[in-house]
């Protein structure tokens, strides 16, 4: 079992910046992809940003070159690093590990991020 808190959304203006955290507990994070999803108001949650265990890692298309994904397994944490954030990426974000890459094993409970114009 792996269980996963999320932190440091919040409130920023359009062009700011933000680093969200996923911290897991539980069985040996190292060993799971670990995934970033989104949800806006009224949309279907869309994939964000992923890593896997050899550190290689895959991003949106709408938020490339703008986010980082990262972990640091002697943490047990990953981290988003999100910067130039747009109105657009307002939604609440979660975190979530994947043992095959395919399935999405545990999720988080998702922190909002709320990005003004």
């Known amino acids: 079992q792996v269980q996963l808190v999320e932190s440091g959304g919040g409130l920023v203006q359009a062009g700011g910046s933000l680093r969200l955290s996923c911290a897991a507990s539980g069985r040996t994070f190292s060993s799971y992809t670990m995934n970033w999803f989104r949800q806006a108001p009224g949309k279907e949650r869309e994939f964000v940003a992923a890593?896997?265990?050899?550190?290689?890692?895959y991003y949106a298309d709408s938020v490339k070159g703008r986010f980082t994904i990262s972990r640091d397994d002697a943490k047990n944490t990953g981290y988003l690093s999100m910067n130039s954030l747009k109105p657009e990426d307002t939604a609440v974000y979660y975190c979530a590990a994947s043992y095959d890459g395919a399935n999405f094993d545990y999720w988080g409970q998702g922190t909002q991020v709320t990005v003004s114009s």
């Open positions: 890593i896997k265990t050899s550190g290689r890692t």
